[in-house]
């Protein structure tokens, strides 16, 4: 894409949804943490569903120490591997208690210290709680990426590297919502659903599915 179609492709996704936000659910920066922690390999939706009674018991490390790993699995063993993710969640609270007087620190580098904390999480909340202009490439935005040509990349380290240089201002904080909602909603994995796409004149990919495919129809595009 050139540097005016990245403009547009940006435009449309925003003019369509001005104010994009997570749909993890979470009410402080620690639960925040915690829910992007769990959302790893499940669902925002799975997420939500088990951590709502949990942060109505749970919204400060003290208290996630205080309900143990044991009662933690309780809150979260609907979401995939649970056993480890609520090891992690213990751990982290236990370093935000004593290495950060319990508040969730605000650089990347402090973030991925706490356990279960990589790359994409503590991008995820420099972006959606700090307010920073960060690049969390998932699943739906290394597809997007890749088969628009906005950002095409091996890895997603190399993703997020080229939307880093790539998007433009206004759209740097929004960029990474916008990009997974396209994902989960537009541009599916199995079958892209381009016939509904806003900006599939700009998007380079070669097998476009124009028309919906009819009732009882198995055609499907490559992920």
Not at 31 to 41: E, N, R, T, Y
Not at 64 to 87: P, Q, R, V, Y
Not at 109 to 118: A, F, K, M
Not at 165 to 189: D, E, M, N, S, T
Request: net charge positive.
């Amino acid at each position: 894409m050139t540097k005016d179609q990245i403009f547009e492709f940006f435009r449309r996704l925003a003019e369509d949804n001005p104010s994009p936000e997570t749909e993890l659910e979470y009410g402080n920066a620690y639960q925040l943490v915690v829910a992007v922690a769990l959302s790893a390999q499940a669902t925002d939706v799975g997420v939500n569903k088990a951590t709502r009674a949990l942060f109505r018991e749970v919204e400060t490390p003290e208290q996630m120490l205080s309900l143990g790993e044991d009662g933690l699995k309780k809150h979260i063993k609907t979401i995939g591997l649970f056993n480890s993710k609520a090891k992690n969640v213990i751990a982290l609270s236990q370093l935000l208690v004593d290495e950060y007087d319990s508040k969730v620190p605000d650089t990347r580098e402090d973030l991925v210290r706490l356990p279960g904390v990589g790359r994409k999480t503590a991008n995820v909340v420099l972006n959606c709680w700090f307010g920073q202009e960060t690049f969390a490439v998932d699943t739906h935005i290394f597809r997007v990426g890749n088969r628009t040509g906005l950002a095409k990349g091996k890895t997603p380290e190399q993703v997020e590297a080229k939307l880093e240089k790539r998007v433009p201002q206004p759209f740097r904080l929004g960029a990474h919502h916008w990009l997974i909602l396209h994902g989960r909603y537009v541009c599916k994995a199995r079958t892209p659903e381009c016939w509904r796409c806003t900006v599939v004149d700009l998007c380079s990919y070669r097998k476009k599915v124009l028309e919906k495919p009819g009732r009882g129809n198995t055609k499907t595009g490559p992920g």
